[in-house]
């Protein structure tokens, strides 16, 4: 028995293959290509670990799962009943959120973009900070926290000073001045927080220790003009658990300590709002071979408006029909957008004898594929869950029409 991706529940035994103990043949035969399946359990056992390494080296450490990874509730109530927090940009997201039972003490709302709507309903039920992304936001926020009479946490997103980075704040002596003018004025917010966030996909160590310098940078800038922070907001960018494994994890655990240590500032509280590590692995494709043309491509009956570039996953291709034959010989990807630029992988390691009808499982699809679609005319696929041998229906494009937020 092998894995399949390095994911614990897609097992390959011989000619077969497993899904969390279900063999693939038996979904086949319920279910047409292409379909979209979720793992639950790999969901619970990456919060879990994420969590583990995290709480071995810092105290209150908290994590808020960033819902634009993949906002489907089934999933959300997952993440949500394992005791994580939610991470929203959006005034759909906060509505969900709160509907699907996320504490408001456990809720954190940011986004480049506050419209006054998502603020007001933030303030309504108490959420724990609003992120601002300009120092400007803090007036807005200040006026409707009054009406409310509430004093709002803020949460400062600094910027990263990734190489062109748009967003967050880039402090300067106007800046810094603005900002002790806002808190002296401002009665009805507190700063509380500051967050700065990478990038995606970061599976360098140097991006993490790049991320940490910045935040240090800033925070040793601002207590020179006395304005602390009680916590510090690492972000996200992980990639799939499957890719970073948790020895790596643990390093970037260790040099934040380090860092801290290492700079003058006491260790604040620690926390991030990760997506992709939760939920990245434990979604895959199935789909099937609709066409082999010349030069070893192959046409699959997915492509990128269910299975988009911009998501950035860490996409892997097996055919699952022919599992125990070599993967070694080089083949081309395409979807079934009808535009030459639908390519879904070049060159890739796949079986030698390429047959239209083989099933094709495209591993690592949970984060981003769902909330970067588009809608192209296809159907959408079939959603399953599956947890302990046990297959729900989450979605089915004939009844619920689409997955999207209102
Ligand atoms: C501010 C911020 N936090 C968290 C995330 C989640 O990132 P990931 O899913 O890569 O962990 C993002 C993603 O873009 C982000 O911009």
């Given at each position: ?7 614990p ?5 011989n000619?077969e293959v ?7 043949d038996?979904i086949?035969?319920k279910?047409?290509t292409p ?17 583990n390494i995290?709480?071995e080296?810092?105290e209150?450490f908290?994590?808020?799962y960033?819902?634009k ?8 109530k ?8 939610a991470?929203?940009?959006s ?28 603020i ?34 803020i ?17 300067d002596?106007?800046?810094i001045?603005?900002?002790e ?10 700063i ?5 966030h990478f ?9 993490f220790?790049?991320?940490i310098k910045?935040?240090v ?12 922070f ?40 620690i ?5 992709r ?23 699959i ?15 892997r ?13 080089k ?14 992988a070049?060159?890739?390691?796949f ?8 099933n ?17 005319p296809?159907?959408?696929p ?21 997955f999207?937020?209102?």
């Open positions: 028995m092998k894995n399949i991706s390095g994911n529940y897609l097992i390959r035994n000619g497993l899904i969390d103990s279900i063999p693939l038996k086949i035969e279910y047409e379909l979209l399946i979720f793992l639950e359990k790999r969901i619970r056992d990456n919060i879990k670990s994420f969590v995290f709480n080296e810092f209150n908290q994590c808020f960033s819902l990874a993949n906002f489907l509730p089934d999933i959300c997952i993440v949500c009943s394992e005791g994580i927090g991470k929203v940009v005034l759909p997201e906060l509505k969900l959120a709160l509907k699907l039972g996320f504490s408001p003490d456990k809720i954190i709302v940011g986004s480049p973009y506050l419209q006054d709507a998502l007001e309903l933030s303030i309504k039920n108490r959420i724990k900070e609003i992120i601002i992304y300009s120092i400007k936001d803090l007036k807005k926020i200040n006026t409707i926290a009054q009406k409310f009479n509430h004093v709002q946490n949460c400062i997103r600094v910027n990263s000073q990734k190489y062109e980075s748009k967003l967050g704040i880039k402090f002596e106007a800046k001045k603005l900002l003018k806002s808190i002296s004025t401002y009665e009805n917010i507190k509380t927080s500051i967050l700065s990038g995606t996909q970061m599976n360098n160590i140097e991006q220790e790049k991320n910045s935040l940078f800033n925070l040793e800038l601002l207590l020179k003009h006395d304005i602390f009680e916590n510090v907001n690492l972000g996200g960018g992980f990639p799939e658990a499957t890719v970073m494994d948790q020895n790596q994890l643990k390093k970037i655990a260790e040099l934040i300590k380090i860092s801290f240590k290492k700079s003058n500032l006491k260790c604040p509280k926390s991030f709002e990760p997506g590590y939760f939920v990245g692995d434990s979604g895959l494709f199935l789909s099937k071979i609709v066409k082999v043309s010349e030069d070893r491509w192959i046409f009956d997915i492509g990128n408006h269910i299975c988009p570039k911009f998501a950035r996953c860490s996409l291709f097996y055919n699952a029909t022919q599992i125990a034959e070599p993967h070694k010989y083949t081309s990807i395409a979807g079934i957008i009808p535009t030459d630029q639908d390519v879904l070049k060159n890739y390691f079986t030698q004898d390429l047959r239209e009808e083989d094709v499982i495209v591993t690592n699809t949970g984060a981003y594929c769902l909330t970067f679609s588009n809608r192209f296809y159907s959408l079939i959603i399953i869950l599956i947890e302990g041998g046990k297959i729900k229906k989450i979605f089915d494009p004939n009844f619920d029409k689409d999207s937020l209102n």
